[in-house]
């Protein structure tokens, strides 16, 4: 097998494993403290867009392969970012939520860029999703849409610490915080409902009074 699908062998077991969230569903908190556990860290620096001193902070769960996530990349996040993100009224962080192995390698080599690539490729990868995630030979043509070297890309895919920490955001989401599909949104700790469009986000920020 050539070695990018030898990876992808080496990779998929643990990668199932990695998305069965085990853990019990967290005693009953009050709003103030889900909303301050949402926003402790986790193992790898959050993917964050705004002031740091924002007002609201939006949460995002979302996988790289997932056709809803893609759809508010492209169709409700550059608006919302315009009205809220630029203009300092909320920030906005992207925590992983891979429902599957490909997922899980997106994220990584998205990550593997560095914070000054990381963002536009997300918003890349989301924009092509149909091109690359769901076609024959998807690790390859994700490899390509990331501009990665063959190499770079199999060092990437093999970071074990990076494969853990995306894991974990999305045990965490799970266990603590009920996520079970994306995408999931929360703003100051409250989940909304259903994909939203950028009107329930003005409805939800009017009503914090943002």
């Known amino acids: 097998m050539p070695p990018l699908r030898q990876v992808a062998a080496r990779l998929a077991p643990a990668c199932a494993l990695a998305l069965v969230a085990m853990g019990l569903p967290a005693p009953a908190a009050s709003d ?105 030979e998807p690790i390859e043509r994700l490899r390509r849409e990331t501009g990665l070297s063959p190499e770079d890309f199999l060092a990437c895919v093999k970071d074990k610490t990076l494969f853990d920490g995306v894991s974990a955001i999305h045990d965490s989401a799970a266990a603590r915080f009920g996520v079970d599909s994306t995408p999931t949104f929360f703003i100051n700790g409250r989940r909304m409902d259903g994909e939203p469009q950028l009107e329930q986000f003005d409805q939800a920020l009017a009503s914090l009074g943002k």
């Open 32 to 136: 103030d403290e889900f909303a301050a556990a949402l926003m402790q860290p986790g193992p790898l620096p959050d993917i964050v867009e705004g002031a740091p001193d924002a007002p609201a902070t939006i949460v995002e769960y979302a996988s790289m392969t997932c056709s809803h996530c893609a759809d508010f990349a492209v169709h409700v996040w550059p608006a919302l970012k315009v009205k809220y993100i630029d203009t300092g009224k909320a920030k906005f962080i992207l925590r992983e939520f891979p429902i599957d192995p490909l997922a899980i390698i997106a994220f990584m080599t998205a990550r593997c860029l560095g914070p000054d690539k990381r963002d536009a490729m997300i918003d890349k990868l989301f924009a092509d999703q149909n091109d690359w995630a769901f076609r024959d």
